[in-house]
């Protein structure tokens, strides 16, 4: 049996018991803008949602069994929430209380999606089958109905995002893991790393930081970083302001870039033009 096979649901657990076990707070289910709830389970302010942040844990997802794919041992789906919201409020069949709420469950998914992928957060996943929407077939049911449905026990991860299009793919498996010069050195020889001169003390967190930002791909040049031998996407982190120029150690002056535009970033004859670009990226990045 492939894995796909392995995560058809066959049972209809309550939608309230799954989040709850994927580690999402459910008590906000039992109160309503009136007061205390009878059935929190049915409350419809949530037990409708297709997606749940846990904020700095864990995201959770709701995906079609049809829609899942599997290639080379891999499981994943391709998914696009702004495009199926821009569907949901075109279509004529459906009434305007049911576009307004499609359109916002839509978009709330695809902001858990973006959560996921900016603070680098396990996505659990409720694989649902049942009777999903066709807004091309004026048969099909209104709204979809997910009838059976299971918590798949290994966790999810956000495998590539774009926040322009909305286009997404889901994958199954070890959430992706970022590691820059620093990490990959210490890891591979960790006895023999010495150091000379002085050391310029760089935040950890600012690294982490940076290279959960980058998401894998050079903030330069877009290309993705490669991979380690331990499954990890590598880039190296650059102090855009030298640190020995007096620039701060933190997120907004650190770039994480492909090794090529790092040393090009150091060496290059247009050095200084990519320090510009490359200020400007995260001038813009931070601008409140
Ligand atoms: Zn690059
Ligand atoms: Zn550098």
């Not at 009838?147 to 926040?163: C, F, G, H, K, N």
């Given at each position: 049996?492939?894995i796909?096979?392995?995560?058809?649901p066959?049972?209809?657990?309550?939608?309230?018991d799954?989040?709850?076990a994927?580690?999402?707070d459910?008590?906000p289910?039992a109160?309503?803008?009136?007061?205390?709830?009878?059935?929190?389970?049915?409350n419809?302010?949530?037990?409708?949602?297709?997606?749940y942040?846990?904020?700095?844990?864990l995201?959770?997802?709701?995906?079609w069994w049809?829609?899942i794919?599997e290639a080379?041992?891999q499981v994943f789906?391709d998914?696009?929430l702004?495009?199926?919201?821009a569907?949901?409020?075109?279509?004529?069949?459906?009434?305007p209380?049911?576009?307004?709420?499609g359109?916002?469950r839509?978009l709330?998914?695809d902001q858990a999606?973006?959560y996921?992928?900016?603070h680098?957060?396990?996505v659990?996943?409720?694989v649902?089958?049942g009777?999903?929407?066709?807004l091309?077939d004026p048969?099909?049911p209104?709204s979809s109905?997910?009838?059976?449905?299971?918590?798949?026990?290994?966790p999810?991860?956000?495998?590539?995002?774009?926040?322009v299009s909305g286009?997404?793919?889901?994958?199954?498996g070890?959430f992706?893991?970022?590691?820059?010069?620093?990490?990959?050195?210490s890891?591979a020889?960790p006895?023999?790393?010495?150091?000379?001169g002085d050391?310029?003390?760089?935040?950890p967190?600012?690294?982490a930081d940076?290279?959960?930002r980058?998401?894998?791909?050079?903030?330069?040049?877009?290309?993705r970083g490669?991979?380690t031998i331990n499954g990890?996407?590598?880039l190296e982190?650059h102090?855009?302001l030298p640190?020995?120029?007096?620039g701060?150690d933190?997120?907004r002056?650190?770039?994480?870039?492909?090794p090529?535009?790092?040393?090009?970033?150091?060496y290059?004859?247009?050095?200084?033009?990519?320090?510009a670009?490359?200020q400007?990226f995260l001038d813009e990045?931070?601008r409140r």
């Amino acid at each position: 049996m492939n894995i796909k096979d392995g995560l058809k649901p066959t049972t209809s657990p309550r939608v309230i018991d799954l989040v709850a076990a994927a580690g999402v707070d459910v008590s906000p289910w039992a109160v309503s803008k009136k007061g205390p709830v009878k059935v929190p389970a049915s409350n419809p302010a949530y037990c409708y949602e297709w997606a749940y942040i846990e904020p700095d844990k864990l995201v959770l997802l709701n995906l079609w069994w049809h829609e899942i794919q599997e290639a080379n041992g891999q499981v994943f789906t391709d998914t696009n929430l702004k495009d199926w919201a821009a569907q949901l409020r075109d279509s004529s069949l459906l009434s305007p209380e049911q576009r307004r709420a499609g359109v916002r469950r839509a978009l709330r998914m695809d902001q858990a999606i973006a959560y996921a992928q900016e603070h680098n957060l396990p996505v659990r996943v409720i694989v649902g089958e049942g009777k999903p929407r066709d807004l091309a077939d004026p048969n099909s049911p209104l709204s979809s109905r997910m009838d059976l449905r299971l918590l798949d026990p290994e966790p999810w991860s956000v495998a590539r995002y774009d926040p322009v299009s909305g286009a997404a793919r889901i994958a199954r498996g070890s959430f992706p893991k970022y590691v820059d010069q620093f990490d990959a050195e210490s890891a591979a020889e960790p006895l023999r790393r010495t150091v000379t001169g002085d050391v310029l003390i760089r935040d950890p967190k600012v690294r982490a930081d940076a290279l959960r930002r980058a998401g894998g791909c050079c903030e330069f040049c877009g290309k993705r970083g490669f991979q380690t031998i331990n499954g990890e996407t590598y880039l190296e982190t650059h102090h855009v302001l030298p640190l020995c120029e007096g620039g701060p150690d933190m997120v907004r002056n650190v770039a994480a870039l492909c090794p090529d535009d790092h040393r090009k970033a150091h060496y290059g004859e247009d050095r200084d033009t990519m320090r510009a670009c490359l200020q400007d990226f995260l001038d813009e990045h931070y601008r409140r």
